[in-house]
């Protein structure tokens, strides 16, 4: 048949292709009715292109319902070559989400949008890229998602995409937002109808002549659809005569004539979908595979089906396969559906069950959906999981169904909403779960239903309704007799830390500790990580760091097997502190540093922030204030990049340590609304803000007035933490609040022979418990044993190279066994901070060496990448050098590619984003106020996703992130190089090596300032 009354829309799209061959890629939608002639356009270019020699890769969304998430991009990916050549595998990428450990999802998703990004960049160097998509109205939302993520990453490169939807059902959920959103990165094409002429055209090619009676009555009745028409004129040619009642009419006409065998073979397939499979076809029907194909064939003569390359049929057009569909009874259906859905693969089953009810029993289709929405959990689909487990819930209720039965299918749900970031609705349906699961009497399902309740763990929060669910649970399992051994590890150390923190913390930190004891023996790397997260989570600020160790250490072994970066980076994280408690710094830089690669290619800001705060975490023992500055301002803007609450909370409470650390009375007093906040979220707030305050006064020389504060304490049941009692007989020793004394040394004896620090609540370290144990023994009398106390303290600061550290204990010492009191004349953190003495030294590159000369000596030094890097900044001091510059050595094989695809969003679409955001945080307080749950819950998901796309897309400072940003990643290899060259010359030249450490600055400008680190400008 001619291709007629498209010539305008193939000439733009064929342009299209030839732009994206010069490095201009873009996205075009092809929009219009059913039948309209969207697909046939988008092949007509697709050979096109093909002719010029550019690649081409359909993929075609699941009209029918129940396909597995990314299905069309499974189709693309194969058609590129597949995993042999490189193309990212979906299945590859499955996290094992099931129970127990929350999934980040959105973290997940990410790491697979920018693998399968790289890999179209990377096929697209080789030769120029079409892709097409057909029936986006159809395709799952992570689909569509991807689609989107690769579109805004497609200027500057050889990629063409054009997608093909219908304009009506393009604008219902849950499809409509993401269409919308990814319409603004496209051109659009609207397809109209077919204009008289051109039908004339089309008749008179098939009756040899003008017919203006035929014309005019054909588009009255098609009302010019190119589909429509088509079957009209090939009915037209089979019967001389077109007189059928309407169009579907015309379409099933074509199997006028077939026996009733093969009709109900063609029945049969419409119901299993628009793409057929011969083999579970036979399955299905019971028929031979070769007498299937051999009827399909003959099927396929009559332009309803056409076989593709791979075996398969697939309906001439999706209407075609309607228009069958449409006339089974609803009956039969039923029949067909629930004979496919006993042999159909399981991401599809589901979809069958449920159009089989009632022909199907409860508990099947129960079973087939919790396995689907496994599936699509695995595939990074969480809210597709919880689309299909919701409906099945409406469609079974009516049907026979077991309690144990309905309660996993709400445990399912429960953690599939919880993956999807609907932690309300979570809670809610696990809540619900647990009160059916009691009704059972099954100690294993109750278990696992109040495991889910505890699903998130939030520091500080003590949910009495959480640690009442988890008690009975665990109860029931006692009563078990030995049975659930995983199940009891798990209550345990999920309970653990749901009681921290305790008024009696040693009951939580034993339950934590039988929890790993019974972990020891469970084979799964998921329940022991599981395990190891909530009892290593009870520990932390509780236990001793040389007992948490073994803990952080088998997550981040759990973590490896299992490949869940983001578990990794959590074990990894405790395990730096923990070190640095010790005094172990050399330690805590390996894990820092192996902890700041994985980060960086986990690639979320969510993870990212930590890092600099865990360097300055390192830098303030050593007194090294400025690197702390610089620290907090990064994680500061990544936190704000990232739009991560929690970010600023940890900031704002490291800063404060960091003040205290250095002295700064006014910079206190500045910042202490910001604490008062963050300390807003801890139980009992009023106590922690008495504290602050007390801590101010105190350091401001008001003795009076903090030891008022020092009573709004109270009996402070929730300020166990070592920490907290180390901060708390800080203030006591600077008001002398003597009464204290007594209890708060015997309270400090346990934490002996480490440094004070907070965790991942602060990332904080200041001096040795052993100071504040020395200034309490002094003060009671026992002069002797404080002389051994600082002598400890002094010892751990030495072993450390904690100089600041180190300052600490002389003035202690002095202020606490000399006749003189009060500050001594030298404030300590301050001398800390005094600049190394200036050097006479050289740094030249020769060869693979660099020739270091310092204070007369030479050694020679066999290059790595950062040295090269170091000796270009020490050339031109004082001197700012972009990271780009810097990573650009000629011989590095890894040096960083400069190109990005330009901004992510324009300004006009940024600020629609942040008008809509605004709009649903005031909906959610509205509906939060109404106890409206499922508008809250709505709003917040919807909220979530919007936060996601505009935390991608906006840089540090709100400025536009630019696609593939090559300055970051330069900024992260620059930073590490560069310190580890400084390590190394401070290994031969340790004097050479605290200058440079302290002289040379890093960030996305670096420079040598040998006069002293200034902000970079």
Same mark, same amino acid.
């Given at each position: 048949?001619?291709?007629?009354?498209?010539?305008?829309? /193939?000439?733009?799209?064929?342009?299209?292709?030839?732009?994206?061959?010069?490095?201009?890629?873009?996205?075009?939608?092809?929009?219009?009715?059913?039948?309209?002639?969207?697909?046939?356009?988008?092949?007509?270019?697709?050979?096109?292109?093909?002719?010029?020699?550019?690649?081409?890769?359909?993929?075609?969304?699941?009209?029918?319902?129940?396909?597995?998430?990314?299905?069309?991009?499974?189709?693309?990916?194969?058609?590129?070559?597949?995993?042999?050549?490189?193309?990212?595998?979906?299945?590859?990428?499955?996290?094992?989400?099931?129970?127990?450990?929350?999934?980040?999802?959105?973290?997940?998703?990410?790491?697979?949008?920018?693998?399968?990004?790289?890999?179209?960049?990377?096929?697209?160097?080789?030769?120029?890229?079409?892709?097409?998509?057909?029936?986006?109205?159809?395709?799952?939302?992570?689909?569509?998602?991807?689609?989107?993520?690769?579109?805004?990453?497609?200027?500057?490169?050889?990629?063409?995409?054009?997608? @093909?939807?219908?304009?009506?059902?393009?604008?219902?959920?849950?499809?409509?937002? /993401?269409?919308?959103?990814?319409?603004?990165?496209?051109?659009?094409?609207?397809?109209?109808?077919?204009?008289?002429?051109?039908?004339?055209?089309? !008749?008179?090619?098939?009756?040899?002549?003008?017919?203006?009676?035929?014309?005019?009555?054909?588009?009255?009745?098609?009302?010019?659809?190119?589909?429509?028409?088509?079957?009209?004129?090939?009915?037209?040619?089979?019967?001389?005569?077109?007189?059928?009642?309407?169009?579907?009419?015309?379409?099933?006409?074509?199997?006028?004539?077939?026996?009733?065998?093969?009709?109900?073979?063609?029945?049969?397939?419409? /119901?299993?979908?628009?793409?057929?499979?011969?083999? !579970?076809?036979?399955?299905?029907?019971?028929?031979?595979?070769?007498?299937?194909?051999?009827?399909?064939?003959?099927?396929?003569?009559?332009?309803?089906?056409?076989?593709?390359?791979?075996?398969?049929?697939?309906?001439?057009?999706?209407?075609?396969?309607?228009?069958?569909?449409?006339?089974?009874?609803?009956?039969?259906?039923?029949?067909?559906?629930?004979?496919?859905?006993?042999?159909?693969?399981?991401?599809?089953?589901?979809?069958?069950?449920?159009?089989?009810?009632?022909?199907?029993?409860?508990?099947?289709?129960?079973?087939?959906?919790?396995?689907?929405?496994?599936?699509?959990?695995?595939?990074?689909?969480?809210?597709?999981?919880?689309?299909?487990?919701?409906?099945?819930?409406?469609?079974?209720?009516?049907?026979?169904?077991?309690?144990?039965?309905?309660?996993?299918?709400?445990?399912?749900?429960?953690?599939?909403?919880?993956?999807?970031?609907?932690?309300?609705?979570?809670?809610?349906?696990?809540?619900?779960?647990?009160?059916?699961?009691?009704?059972?009497?099954?100690?294993?399902?109750?278990?696992?239903?109040?495991?889910?309740?505890?699903?998130?763990?939030?520091?500080?929060?003590?949910?009495?309704?959480?640690?009442?669910?988890?008690?009975?649970?665990?109860?029931?399992?006692?009563?078990?007799?030995?049975?659930?051994?995983?199940?009891?590890?798990?209550?345990?150390?999920?309970?653990?830390?749901?009681?921290?923190?305790? @008024?009696?913390?040693?009951?939580?930190?034993?339950?934590?500790?039988?929890?790993?004891?019974?972990?020891?023996?469970?084979?799964?790397?998921?329940?022991?990580?599981?395990?190891?997260?909530?009892?290593?989570?009870?520990?932390?600020?509780?236990?001793?760091?040389?007992?948490?160790?073994? !803990?952080?250490?088998?997550?981040?072994?759990?973590? =490896?097997?299992?490949?869940?970066?983001?578990?990794?980076?959590?074990?990894?994280?405790?395990?730096?502190?923990?070190?640095?408690?010790?005094?172990?710094?050399?330690?805590?830089?390996?894990?820092?540093?192996?902890?700041?690669?994985?980060?960086?290619?986990?690639?979320?800001?969510?993870?990212?922030?930590?890092?600099?705060?865990?360097?300055?975490?390192?830098?303030?023992?050593?007194?090294?204030?400025?690197?702390?500055?610089?620290?907090?301002?990064?994680?500061?803007?990544?936190?704000?990049?990232?739009?991560?609450?929690?970010?600023?909370?940890?900031?704002?409470?490291?800063?404060?340590?960091?003040?205290?650390?250095?002295?700064?009375?006014?910079?206190?007093?500045?910042?202490?609304?910001?604490?008062?906040?963050?300390?807003?979220?801890?139980?009992?707030?009023?106590?922690?803000?008495?504290?602050?305050?007390?801590?101010?006064?105190?350091?401001?020389?008001?003795?009076?007035?903090?030891?008022?504060?020092?009573?709004?304490?109270?009996?402070?049941?929730?300020?166990?933490?070592?920490?907290?009692?180390?901060?708390?007989?800080?203030?006591?020793?600077?008001?002398?609040?003597?009464?204290?004394?007594?209890?708060?040394?015997?309270?400090?004896?346990?934490?002996?022979?480490?440094?004070?620090?907070?965790?991942?609540?602060?990332?904080?370290?200041?001096?040795?418990?052993?100071?504040?144990?020395?200034?309490?023994?002094?003060?009671?009398?026992?002069?002797?044993?404080?002389?051994?106390?600082?002598?400890?303290?002094?010892?751990?600061?030495?072993?450390?190279?904690?100089?600041?550290?180190?300052?600490?204990?002389? =003035?202690?010492? =002095?202020?606490?066994?000399?006749?003189?009191?009060?500050?001594?004349?030298?404030?300590?953190?301050?001398?800390?901070?005094?600049?190394?003495?200036?050097?006479?030294?050289?740094?030249?590159?020769?060869?693979?060496?660099?020739?270091?000369?310092?204070?007369?000596?030479?050694?020679?030094?066999?290059?790595?990448?950062?040295?090269?890097?170091?000796?270009?900044?020490?050339?031109?001091?004082?001197?700012?050098?972009?990271?780009?510059?810097?990573?650009?050595?000629?011989?590095?094989?890894?040096?960083?590619?400069?190109?990005?695809?330009?901004?992510?969003?324009?300004?006009?679409?940024?600020?629609?984003?942040?008008?809509?955001?605004?709009?649903?945080?005031?909906?959610?307080?509205?509906?939060?106020?109404?106890?409206?749950?499922?508008?809250?819950?709505?709003?917040?998901?919807?909220?979530?996703?919007?936060?996601?796309?505009?935390?991608?897309?906006?840089?540090?400072?709100?400025?536009?992130?630019?696609?593939?940003?090559?300055?970051?990643?330069?900024?992260?290899?620059?930073?590490?190089?560069?310190?580890?060259?400084?390590?190394?010359?401070?290994?031969?030249?340790?004097?050479?090596?605290?200058?440079?450490?302290?002289?040379?600055?890093?960030?996305?400008?670096?420079?040598?300032?040998?006069?002293?680190?200034? @902000?970079?400008?």
């Amino acid at each position: 048949m001619l291709f007629l009354g498209r010539e305008r829309e /193939v000439k733009k799209l064929a342009e299209a292709c030839e732009s994206a061959c010069q490095g201009r890629g873009a996205l075009h939608l092809v929009v219009g009715e059913p039948g309209i002639g969207k697909t046939r356009l988008a092949d007509e270019v697709a050979k096109l292109a093909t002719s010029r020699g550019i690649s081409v890769a359909w993929g075609r969304a699941w009209e029918t319902g129940g396909a597995p998430a990314f299905y069309p991009w499974v189709e693309v990916l194969e058609a590129l070559g597949g995993e042999a050549s490189g193309a990212p595998s979906l299945d590859a990428h499955r996290a094992t989400h099931g129970e127990g450990v929350v999934a980040d999802s959105a973290r997940e998703r990410f790491v697979l949008f920018e693998r399968v990004l790289a890999f179209l960049r990377e096929r697209s160097r080789a030769s120029p890229l079409l892709l097409v998509f057909d029936d986006l109205h159809a395709a799952d939302v992570p689909s569509l998602e991807l689609l989107h993520f690769v579109a805004r990453g497609l200027r500057g490169r050889r990629i063409a995409i054009i997608g @093909t939807l219908r304009d009506l059902e393009a604008q219902r959920p849950p499809v409509a937002n /993401v269409i919308a959103r990814m319409g603004r990165e496209a051109s659009h094409l609207t397809l109209a109808a077919l204009a008289s002429e051109d039908v004339a055209k089309l !008749v008179a090619e098939h009756v040899g002549r003008a017919d203006e009676a035929l014309t005019s009555e054909l588009v009255t009745k098609t009302d010019g659809n190119p589909l429509f028409v088509a079957e009209a004129l090939r009915m037209l040619d089979q019967r001389g005569s077109w007189a059928a009642p309407g169009v579907l009419a015309v379409i099933t006409s074509r199997i006028d004539g077939l026996d009733e065998t093969t009709t109900s073979l063609l029945d049969a397939a419409s /119901v299993f979908g628009r793409r057929v499979v011969p083999a !579970v076809l036979a399955s299905s029907t019971n028929a031979a595979l070769a007498d299937v194909v051999r009827r399909l064939d003959d099927v396929s003569t009559r332009g309803v089906l056409r076989r593709c390359d791979d075996g398969a049929y697939l309906f001439s057009h999706a209407l075609v396969r309607d228009a069958f569909y449409a006339r089974i009874p609803a009956p039969r259906r039923r029949e067909l559906h629930r004979a496919i859905a006993r042999v159909a693969e399981p991401a599809l089953a589901a979809h069958h069950h449920l159009a089989a009810v009632p022909l199907v029993s409860a508990g099947e289709v129960i079973r087939a959906s919790i396995a689907a929405a496994a599936h699509a959990r695995a595939r990074l689909a969480p809210d597709d999981a919880v689309a299909l487990l919701e409906q099945t819930i409406v469609a079974v209720e009516g049907l026979p169904a077991s309690e144990p039965e309905r309660v996993e299918l709400l445990l399912a749900l429960g953690w599939a909403a919880t993956d999807a970031g609907s932690l309300a609705r979570g809670r809610q349906v696990f809540h619900e779960a647990s009160r059916r699961a009691a009704t059972t009497g099954d100690p294993g399902l109750i278990a696992r239903a109040a495991l889910g309740q505890g699903a998130e763990l939030v520091f500080g929060q003590v949910r009495s309704e959480l640690v009442e669910g988890l008690r009975a649970a665990l109860a029931r399992l006692d009563d078990a007799a030995g049975e659930h051994a995983d199940l009891r590890a798990r209550l345990l150390a999920r309970l653990a830390a749901a009681l921290q923190p305790s @008024t009696t913390p040693e009951e939580p930190v034993a339950m934590a500790r039988e929890a790993m004891t019974l972990a020891e023996s469970i084979d799964d790397p998921r329940v022991r990580a599981e395990i190891a997260l909530a009892a290593g989570s009870a520990l932390t600020d509780f236990a001793p760091p040389l007992d948490r160790i073994p !803990v952080s250490r088998q997550l981040v072994r759990d973590a =490896r097997t299992l490949d869940d970066g983001v578990v990794e980076l959590r074990g990894l994280t405790r395990l730096a502190t923990d070190y640095i408690e010790i005094g172990d710094f050399a330690e805590a830089e390996s894990v820092i540093e192996a902890r700041a690669e994985l980060a960086a290619r986990v690639g979320h800001p969510r993870y990212l922030w930590q890092t600099p705060l865990l360097r300055s975490m390192l830098a303030m023992p050593r007194g090294a204030f400025t690197v702390c500055d610089e620290s907090i301002e990064e994680a500061t803007a990544i936190g704000q990049e990232g739009l991560d609450v929690n970010a600023a909370h940890v900031v704002a409470m490291h800063r404060f340590w960091m003040l205290l650390a250095r002295e700064d009375l006014d910079g206190l007093r500045a910042h202490m609304p910001e604490v008062l906040r963050a300390m807003g979220r801890m139980p009992e707030p009023a106590q922690h803000h008495a504290l602050a305050q007390a801590v101010l006064h105190a350091r401001a020389g008001e003795a009076s007035r903090a030891k008022e504060a020092l009573a709004g304490i109270g009996d402070g049941k929730r300020m166990l933490a070592p920490m907290m009692r180390a901060t708390i007989a800080d203030v006591a020793l600077r008001c002398d609040d003597a009464a204290r004394f007594p209890q708060l040394l015997a309270e400090l004896e346990p934490a002996r022979g480490r440094n004070t620090a907070w965790g991942p609540f602060g990332f904080t370290c200041g001096p040795p418990y052993d100071v504040l144990v020395g200034s309490l023994l002094a003060r009671l009398g026992r002069r002797d044993e404080a002389g051994a106390a600082f002598d400890a303290a002094l010892a751990l600061a030495r072993r450390s190279g904690a100089t600041a550290n180190e300052a600490w204990v002389h =003035r202690a010492r =002095r202020e606490a066994l000399s006749d003189t009191t009060g500050v001594t004349e030298v404030r300590a953190p301050a001398a800390a901070q005094q600049p190394p003495p200036r050097l006479e030294f050289t740094l030249r590159v020769e060869g693979n060496d660099v020739i270091v000369r310092c204070d007369g000596r030479t050694t020679r030094l066999r290059s790595v990448r950062g040295l090269p890097m170091l000796v270009r900044l020490v050339e031109e001091p004082g001197r700012e050098m972009h990271v780009l510059d810097l990573a650009s050595e000629p011989d590095d094989e890894n040096v960083v590619d400069r190109g990005d695809a330009g901004e992510v969003f324009d300004a006009k679409a940024r600020e629609a984003y942040q008008k809509r955001i605004a709009d649903l945080r005031a909906e959610i307080d509205d509906a939060d106020r109404s106890a409206d749950v499922g508008r809250a819950d709505r709003a917040r998901r919807e909220l979530d996703m919007l936060v996601q796309q505009l935390s991608s897309a906006v840089g540090l400072g709100g400025r536009a992130r630019r696609v593939g940003s090559a300055a970051e990643r330069a900024r992260i290899t620059v930073q590490r190089r560069v310190r580890e060259a400084i390590k190394k010359i401070g290994q031969q030249e340790p004097d050479l090596g605290r200058h440079l450490d302290w002289a040379i600055r890093t960030g996305t400008f670096c420079a040598y300032e040998p006069r002293g680190r200034k @902000t970079a400008s």
